[in-house]
């Protein structure tokens, strides 16, 4: 919808770049208000929504407000000032780059189809620094660039990043919409493991049961969108309570410590993240009960 060629041709004379502006805010404002009318006839929200139906009405709903659109069409034209300055290499010469930000889970996506490469960032880079978007344009022109990849490390785990990611995650969703099970609450197991735990004082993460059906990974703490997931596998009743307090736990603590980084490589389970971990009182009961559970 926003191409870096459409974006280019409207970029030479203000009036053209101004109609531009007026066209993409109609259509954002249009869609965006036609799925909501949609949602609220069928009594529903976005949360009911399937993910990728999800992420573009939401995106729809961020770009609806004016700031947000002229700061993504800010990034673009950046990106075509830097494009022709970037290094030259084989793969400059022989692809024609495509860039593009979206409401997408990864950082960015890269692919190559016909002599053009396709470059996919996350709508969470619109307020990037210069070297940031030229990071991005680096790294589809050479993936295996660590600098690259460092520089986008760094910036992702940056509040202004975090901030419109998470932003854009929960856009028009109902707090605790993803929380409750059909045997659990995570929001129930969220209350009783801070207060005994934490003394009540731990800010509340968003709570999400992961859809997927797992055998090997049980909870993760995201720290880009602030939430807490847990696999749906132990949403079952032969699943003891305190084998989801022990999960809720240990991604709490997760949420709470961080994450060390050293030599670029970060690191959560630290001595000092294993050692609260064995405060928690039945600890070795509930790794025996996944232990038990990953295996079959």
Do not use: C
């Not at 709903?61 to 700061?71: A, H, M, P, R, V």
């Not at 969470?124 to 690259?148: E, R």
């Not at 509040?159 to 932003?167: G, K, P």
């Not at 059906?213 to 880009?224: A, I, N, P, V």
Request: proline content about 5%; overall charge positive.
């Amino acid at each position: 919808m926003i191409s870096l060629k459409k974006v280019k041709s409207a970029s030479s004379r203000q009036a053209d770049f101004l109609k531009l502006f007026s066209d993409l805010s109609h259509l954002v404002n249009e869609t965006a208000s036609t799925v909501e009318n949609i949602l609220s006839d069928q009594g529903i929200t976005a949360a009911s929504l399937p993910l990728r139906s999800r992420r573009a009405y939401q995106w729809m709903k961020f770009l609806s407000i004016e700031k947000n659109l002229q700061n993504h069409l800010d990034a673009i034209q950046r990106i075509l000032l830097y494009l022709p300055g970037m290094p030259r290499n084989r793969r400059l010469d022989q692809f024609r780059v495509e860039f593009q930000l979206y409401h997408i889970g990864p950082l960015y996506k890269i692919r190559e189809k016909q002599k053009t490469i396709d470059i996919v960032a996350q709508e969470s880079f619109i307020l990037a620094p210069d070297q940031v978007l030229m990071a991005l344009l680096g790294i589809g022109l050479n993936p295996s660039s660590a600098p690259y990849r460092q520089i986008l490390r760094e910036y992702a785990s940056s509040n202004q990043s975090q901030t419109i990611r998470e932003s854009l995650e929960y856009l028009s969703i109902p707090p605790g919409s993803f929380s409750a099970g059909k045997n659990y609450d995570l929001a129930e197991s969220y209350l009783r493991v801070n207060q005994k735990y934490f003394s009540g004082k731990l800010e509340k993460p968003h709570l999400v049961w992961n859809n997927r059906l797992t055998r090997r990974k049980f909870g993760h703490y995201q720290e880009d969108i602030n939430t807490v997931m847990v696999s749906i596998s132990l949403d079952h009743p032969r699943v003891p309570e305190y084998v989801i307090d022990y999960v809720m736990y240990h991604e709490l603590l997760h949420f709470q410590l961080g994450a060390n980084l050293i030599n670029d490589r970060r690191y959560t389970h630290t001595p000092e993240f294993k050692r609260k971990e064995q405060e928690f009182p039945r600890i070795k009961e509930a790794q025996k009960f996944l232990n038990k559970l990953s295996r079959r």
